[in-house]
């Protein structure tokens, strides 16, 4: 209950593509360390991420104050 997330996209100029994305993640301050390792890890192995260029900057934030 509570957890939601942003993201922003940040394009570059040339040639015109996606340059960077700003994903913040919001979960609930009351996760002990084992369950934020789990969804941390969840994450960062997401296959989309992964599907991306190289070339396209990921910032992944995760916040454990709602």
Known sequence: KGTHYL?????AESPR??????LDVY?????????RRKFEATGNACPVKKSLSE?????????YDV
């Open 7 to 11: 993201v922003e996209k940040h394009m």
């Open 27 to 35: 979960l609930p301050a009351s996760l002990d360390a084992t369950q």
């Open 17 to 22: 593509r996606v340059g960077r994305l700003d």
């Open 55 to 63: 070339a396209v900057i990921v910032k992944l934030t995760y916040h």
